[in-house]
């Protein structure tokens, strides 16, 4: 059974910093693409950054230069580090994979909030 656990959410003032961490169990980790969402109340989930098996990378437009993602294989552990952060990032952040692209695995979700 797949499950994917975030952590590492909070509140913090507009230009600091968190790193958030996606702990993956029941799946074979270093062969997924593995994405970090992001949702705000009445808006749709938005894609904020993807990395795949081969450590490529993209991003959203609106969170290039400032949002990093990464993973450890070894600890089975995606991470993504929010840099220079503002209040439009205030969303709840969502770890997101899928199985050939047919079923879809999410993690609770974890709420980060940047005040101004």
């Known amino acids: 059974q797949v499950q994917l656990v975030e952590s590492g959410g909070g509140l913090v003032q507009a230009g600091g910093s968190l790193t958030l961490s996606c702990a993956a169990s029941g799946m074979i980790f270093s062969s997924k693409t593995m994405d970090w969402y992001r949702q705000t109340p009445g808006k749709q989930r938005e894609l904020v950054a993807t990395i795949n098996s081969a450590a490529d990378t993209n991003y959203a437009d609106s969170v ?5 993602i990464s993973r450890d294989n070894a600890k089975n552990t995606m991470y993504l580090q929010m840099n220079s ?3 439009e990032d205030t969303a709840v952040y969502y770890c997101h994979s899928t199985h050939r692209g ?10 980060v909030t940047v005040s101004s």
């Open 102 to 111: 047919i079923n879809h695995f999410w993690g609770q979700g974890t709420q």
């Open 85 to 87: 952060l503002k209040p």
């Open 64 to 68: 290039k230069g400032r949002f990093t």
